[in-house]
């Protein structure tokens, strides 16, 4: 195994000051979910780990006015026992139940999950049905960027070497309905085959807002924005919702790998969609 060194900032701004000097040649680990494995598989080597897990500032769920604020090193753990997320992030807090295993939810931060850019990243998928911002921090001050900007393929992401996720935000969507869906070959400890996460809002018996995200389905984790402009102002009818079905398979680009063929992702996606209005509206 290759030899790393190890720093331990005490404060954010010491975190950005390390960053901003290592460069590429820095590495922030939080829960480390996500790195061990990789150094172990030597898809990373020899770097400086900046353990930022003892910011407290970086932690914590808290509510102003109509937005929620999540801290990058929240855990997944800490999203399921929070009333917050319950209530106003129903769709986050159904895919924190679908999250690996409670060691692993013990460890894992929604930071760490948006900084890995797995295309099957399961805490992803709900912050695009949320319509979240990350929120990421670095000496030269501060940006938030679109969840759905944040992704630019596999692995990869819009973070620079020098920056830090600080934080997501998003919408309060108390008075819409949410579903989150994942589809793996077993119950836990599952990479998605497909997953989805939905979140709708209803203005009588039509649809007022409705989003879709989708995971595994595409390079990125992806909004289904087609889909979302035919459903908006229809009512879910059967035929209504099989039309949107159809269009929401032409918008994932899957893959074929050891877990799923293409052709099959693609059936699953709009299997998905009908599950998901179906648990959502149930």
Known sequence: MSSFAYAVP???DEALALLNELGPGGRVVAGCTNILPDIRAKKITACTLVDISRLAELKGINVRGEKVTIGSLTTINELLHSEIVANHGQVLWQAGQRFADPLVRNRATIGGNLANASPAADGVVPLLALD????VASLAGEREIPVDAFFTGPGKSVLQPNELITGVSFAKTTTMKSAFIKFGLRKAMAISLAS???VVGLKGDKVDQVRIALGALAPTPLRARQTESYLAGNTLTPAV???AQEIVRTEVKPIS????SQEYRLHLTGVLLKRAFEAALA
């Open 10 to 12: 005490k404060t954010k």
């Open 132 to 135: 979240a911002r990350v929120m």
């Open 241 to 243: 919702v099989a039309r």
């Open 257 to 260: 790998d050891v877990r799923a």
């Open 196 to 198: 989805i996460g939905l």
